[in-house]
């Protein structure tokens, strides 16, 4: 069976809900947690943002809401989808890059950040946000923050400063592995559950098993899809993505050509 389509995703879906997990939006983990086995899923949508609602209706379906991050890139920032998803009930929150994007200037920054959670509260009350990885860039997003504060923007969480991942298990499908963290550059979590998956196949026999913690936050991106013509491509990009990802580490060239690959397809 393939991996990382619509179908892997309901099963993953269905074996939480058969081990008895409940499901949390982010915002609902930070303001009123429940007790008990439970489950946040997060969808940074970085891209392929149609993907994103179809795994939108398919939690709908389920029974379950989610949480939806975009980013203020076009290839993001699809209005239609956004509001399918927030009419779908699910929780959306701001994928922000807004450091990167001013090159580390902070007044800049920190403009562009209020301009573009204004943008997102035009479709629903945001509050929560996550920074984007933006693995290219010199400038961590998440240094926005050593100046200010969440409260002051009305905001309630960000995954990397309001989890203790030591309490909540992080899990990533970076690259179309769920052990792929050895590929992500910025967003890495590290925690000590001692569990490591490479298939979606693993994390519902855990869970089944009754082995799979407590709490958790699954960050699935927006790549998980039924069409076999996108799915063939996505891995192709993604393997030479990762492999290319971690060739740059040792060579300025490959470097160079990553971030100029990166920047061509950002702009397309
Ligand atoms: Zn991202």
């Not at 204004?118 to 990885?133: A, E, T």
């Not at 040792?250 to 702009?267: A, D, H, P, T």
Request: proline share 2%; aromatic share 14%; glycine share 6%.
């Amino acid at each position: 069976m393939r991996d990382f389509t619509l179908k892997t995703y309901k099963s993953l879906i269905v074996a939480f809900q058969e081990a008895g997990y409940q499901f949390q939006t982010f915002e609902e983990m930070m303001t009123v947690p429940v007790m008990g086995k439970s489950v946040v899923m997060r969808h940074d949508v970085d891209e392929k943002a149609w993907n994103a609602l179809k795994m939108a209706q398919l939690e709908n379906k389920l029974g379950i809401r989610a949480t939806y991050f975009f980013r203020i890139v076009k290839q993001s920032n699809v209005p239609e989808v956004i509001r399918q998803i927030v009419a779908l009930g699910h929780e959306v929150g701001y994928h922000y890059e807004d450091l990167a994007i001013a090159e580390g200037e902070d007044a800049l920054a920190i403009k562009s950040f209020e301009e573009n959670l204004d943008y997102f509260r035009g479709y629903y009350p945001v509050k929560s946000v996550c920074m984007h990885g933006s693995s290219t860039s010199k400038y961590d997003n998440r240094l926005l923050w050593k100046n200010h504060t969440l409260s002051d923007f009305g905001l309630v969480g960000e995954p990397y400063l309001s989890v203790d991942f030591d309490k909540v298990y992080y899990l990533t499908d970076t690259g179309y592995a769920w052990d792929g963290g050895k590929f992500a550059t910025r967003d890495v979590v590290v925690n000590d559950f001692g569990l490591i998956f490479h298939t979606t196949q693993q994390i519902v026999v855990c869970i089944q098993e009754g082995r799979f913690p407590e709490k958790a936050m699954v960050l699935a991106h927006t790549l998980w899809t039924d069409s076999f013509s996108q799915w063939m491509t996505l891995h192709l990009r993604e393997f030479l993505r990762n492999h290319l990802k971690l060739a740059a580490r040792n060579s300025r060239f490959l470097g160079k050509l990553y971030e100029n690959m990166v920047e061509m397809y950002w702009k397309k």
